[in-house]
T-cell receptor, first 112, second 112 residues
Framework: QKEVEQNSGPLSVPEGAIASLNCTYS??????FFWYRQYSGKSPELIMF????GDKEDGRFTAQLNKASQYVSLLIRDSQPSDSATYLC????????????FGKGTHLIIQP | KAGVTQTPRYLIKTRGQQVTLSCSPI?????VSWYQQTPGQGLQFLFE???????NKGNFPGRFSGRQFSNSRSEMNVSTLELGDSALYLC???????????FGQGTRLTVV
C-alpha cells in the first residue's frame, strides 16, 4: 500500500479559479505535512506546512488537514498561469523515521 | 540569506565508478537529508544527518553512503555506479530534525 497518494493529473483549472489538490496518507501516526511545488527541471520548493487539524492560510494558499480521514489538501485561490507546476505532498510518518515520504505529485495546469 | 547549495550541478560518470556530491545547508540549519528523484520512483529518502550522525536511512543499498561535517556541510557518496543510479540527487536542509525542509538545486547524475 502506497504511503502517500496523489492523483497524478493533469489537473486543468481556468485562470482566476480555485485549484484544489488532494493527498491521502496511510499511516495514522503521521506527524507533519508539507506541500512542495516543483517546476519542470527545478528542485522542489516548500510552499506550505501544517501540523494540526484544520486550515492554515498563507496568501493565496490554504492547507487543510483532516487526521481522522487521513487527508491533506491544498487550495490555490485566484490561480495564475505561473502556478502551473507539479505539486508534491510530503509527510513525516513518524518522528525519527524515514525523513519525508513523498507522493508522486499532481501536475497542475492553469489555463489562461 | 543563502539557500542550500549543491555541487556539482551536473555529472556524467561511467558504470563502476564512484561519485561524491556535496551539500552546504542554510546557515544555522543542522539537519541535512538526501533524496533521489527519478521519473519512475519519484522522490525517495536516502538518509538524514544531524550533528554529524546519521539519524535515519532509507531503503537503498550500502553503495550509497554519506557523512556530515562539524559545520553541517554534508557529502553523499555512491560507489560502483550502475545505470539505474542516474537521477536527480537532492539535498534538503532543516533547522532541526522533522521540521520544514528546504531543497537545494540538485545534482543531475548521469551514468553511462
Amino acid at each position: 500500500q502506497k504511503e502517500v497518494e496523489q492523483n497524478s493529473g493533469p489537473l486543468s483549472v481556468p485562470e482566476g479559479a480555485i485549484a484544489s489538490l488532494n493527498c491521502t496518507y496511510s499511516d495514522r501516526g503521521s506527524q507533519s505535512f508539507f506541500w512542495y511545488r516543483q517546476y519542470s527541471g527545478k528542485s522542489p520548493e516548500l510552499i506550505m506546512f501544517i501540523y494540526s487539524n484544520g486550515d492554515k492560510e498563507d496568501g493565496r494558499f490554504t492547507a487543510q488537514l483532516n487526521k481522522a480521514s487521513q487527508y491533506v489538501s491544498l487550495l490555490i485561490r485566484d490561480s495564475q498561469p505561473s502556478d502551473s507546476a507539479t505539486y508534491l505532498c510530503a509527510v513525516i510518518v513518524r518522528r525519527g523515521a524515514d525523513g519525508l515520504t513523498f507522493g508522486k505529485g499532481t501536475h497542475l495546469i492553469i489555463q489562461p | 540569506k543563502a539557500g542550500v547549495t549543491q555541487t556539482p550541478r551536473y555529472l556524467i560518470k561511467t558504470r563502476g565508478q564512484q561519485v561524491t556530491l556535496s551539500c552546504s545547508p542554510i546557515s544555522g540549519h543542522r539537519s541535512v537529508s538526501w533524496y533521489q528523484q527519478t521519473p519512475g520512483q519519484g522522490l525517495q529518502f536516502l538518509f538524514e544527518y544531524f550533528s554529524e550522525t546519521q539519524r535515519n536511512k532509507g531503503n537503498f543499498p550500502g553503495r550509497f553512503s554519506g557523512r556530515q561535517f562539524s559545520n553541517s556541510r554534508s557529502e553523499m557518496n555512491v560507489s560502483t555506479l550502475e545505470l539505474g543510479d542516474s537521477a536527480l540527487y537532492l539535498c534538503a536542509s532543516s533547522l532541526q530534525q522533522n521540521t520544514e525542509a528546504f531543497f537545494g538545486q540538485g545534482t543531475r547524475l548521469t551514468v553511462v
